[in-house]
T-cell receptor, first 115, second 114 residues
Framework: GDSVTQMEGPVTLSEEAFLTINCTYT??????LFWYVQYPGEGLQLLLK?????DKGSNKGFEATYRKETTSFHLEKGSVQVSDSAVYFC??????????????FGTGTLLAVQP | GAGVSQSPRYKVAKRGQDVALRCDPI?????LFWYQQALGQGPEFLTY????????KSGLPSDRFFAERPEGSVSTLKIQRTQQEDSAVYLC????????????FGEGSWLTVV
């Protein structure tokens, strides 16, 4: 079945450092890919998405490119801030694989940014 | 309200007790999802409604779990005879349509079974 694998955390960085959180997926159909973020004490929020191969999703300085050849959707940010500290979830939604249009999540990666 | 609203936010239940968790989706949203998130894990799909129809309940872990959305808006997730392994955050989410639309999540109901 469809699945998402993302790098384990925690990831601890200093402010202004470069961030990469790896995410790979397996899917039977043509999934859309997502990054959700969960700030402390808050619900899941959509950070960015890409719906087809080679699309780049971007928001708040974060970027991720849908790479079909490597089945990856790595999250990057050039300069992290303390306010980026949160748990980041990679997810897919396979609308054409014969399954319900539910999101399938990875296990999450905790990012801690130190001043 | 503007977002997905869940209640109660926190619930402590004694083992064997029944619990009911409520979800108010965003007004007009057709699709509604329930997820279970154990500590340190990603959300796991439980069930999906399109209006009042429960189209997928493949993620419900046992027959102690039951969900309904009788009028196509508010939904209730019921857990009977709770057990310690049911301790988790239960997330409700909604979206405007059944494909391609952004899925919005509530803040979750934290259930602890003691």
């Amino acid at each position: 079945g469809d699945s998402v694998t993302q790098m384990e955390g925690p990831v601890t960085l200093s402010e202004e450092a470069f961030l990469t959180i790896n995410c790979t997926y397996t899917a039977t159909g043509y999934p859309s890919l997502f990054w959700y973020v969960q700030y402390p004490g808050e619900g899941l929020q959509l950070l960015l998405k890409a719906t087809k191969a080679d699309d780049k999703g971007s928001n708040k300085g974060f970027e991720a490119t849908y790479r079909k050849e490597t089945t990856s959707f790595h999250l990057e940010k050039g300069s992290v801030q303390v306010s980026d500290s949160a748990v980041y979830f990679c997810a897919l939604r396979d609308l054409y694989g014969g399954a319900t249009n539910k999101l399938i999540f990875g296990t999450g990666t905790l990012l801690a940014v130190q001043p | 309200g503007a977002g997905v609203s869940q209640s109660p936010r926190y619930k402590v239940a004694k083992r064997g007790q029944d619990v009911a968790l409520r979800c108010d989706p965003i007004s007009g949203h057709v699709s509604l999802f329930w997820y279970q998130q154990a500590l340190g894990q990603g959300p796991e799909f439980l069930t999906y409604f399109q209006n009042e129809a429960q189209l997928d309940k493949s993620g419900l872990p046992s027959d102690r779990f039951f969900a309904e959305r009788p009028e196509g808006s508010v939904s209730t997730l019921k857990i009977q005879r709770t057990q310690q392994e049911d301790s988790a955050v239960y997330l409700c989410a909604s979206s405007l349509g059944d494909s391609g639309n952004t899925i919005y999540f509530g803040e979750g109901s934290w259930l602890t079974v003691v």
